[in-house]
């Protein structure tokens, strides 16, 4: 079965850019999405298609995708950015999910 | 405004069954694709299934196929997700998160509060 692995930890001072990285077998080839999910919260869409920003989610955020990683960068960290990050993508038609990115901003 | 209210979560056996709901309202629930989505306590998500708008397409996670049924009421916006001989491993948070088509491609652009479904003895 296909899977995406991600980082377990990140960290990152405030006002830098922070990478968070999903690697999976030519995950190029598919689009990729990422969520955020503070303690006791549900997740929240940051970023769909590999790149694009749903309204409401700050231009910090922004993501790509090429060969076999997908990449979230946040601009300018802010201490409200501290929460584990999932990517997500499709292997046909089962969704898969990697395993949480926890991003300290420090 | 767009919400989704989970419920039915709760303390069942080993071997035991579970039937959760979701509420839907504040958008079309009857042309939307809808998920379930868990998170074993202090783990990473996990998607559990997949029903289309219609209920012609379904789609389960291998972990809960055969033992899971989900299903839906357009009539009453709500989803559904049957849950029959209840592992350990199935302890989790149980959220249903609408699927938003963004022309070909889709992402889980609104999620509930979860409910949890704690299986133990």
């Known amino acids: 079965s296909y899977e995406v692995t991600q980082p377990p930890s990140v960290s990152v001072s405030p006002g830098q850019t922070a990478s968070i990285t999903c690697s999976g077998d030519?995950?190029?080839?598919?689009?990729t999405c990422w969520y955020q999910q503070k303690p006791g919260q549900s997740p929240v869409l940051v970023i769909y298609e590999d790149s694009k920003r749903p309204s409401g989610i700050p231009e910090r955020f922004s993501g790509s995708n090429s060969g076999s990683t997908a990449t979230l960068t946040i601009s300018g960290t802010q201490a409200m950015d501290e929460a584990d990050y999932y990517c997500q993508a499709w292997d046909s038609s089962i969704v898969v999910f990697g395993g949480g990115t926890k991003l300290t901003v420090l | 405004e767009v919400q989704l209210v989970e419920s039915g979560g709760g303390l069942v056996q080993p071997g035991g069954s579970l039937r959760l709901s979701c509420a839907a309202s504040?958008?079309?629930?009857?042309?939307?694709?809808m998920n379930w989505v868990r998170q074993a306590p202090g783990k990473g998500l996990e998607w559990v299934s997949y029903i289309s708008s219609s209920s012609n397409t379904i789609y389960y996670a291998d972990s809960v196929k055969g033992r899971f049924t989900i299903s839906r009421d357009n009539a009453k916006n709500s989803l559904y997700l049957q849950m029959n001989s209840l592992r350990d491993e199935d302890t989790a948070v149980y959220y249903c998160?609408?699927?938003?088509?963004?022309?070909?491609?889709?992402?889980?652009?609104?999620w509930g509060q979860g409910t949890l479904v704690t299986v133990s003895s």
């Open positions: 998160a609408r699927e938003r088509d963004y022309g070909g491609n889709s992402a889980f652009d609104y």
């Open positions: 504040g958008f079309t629930f009857s042309s939307t694709g």
């Open positions: 030519k995950l190029g080839d598919k689009y």
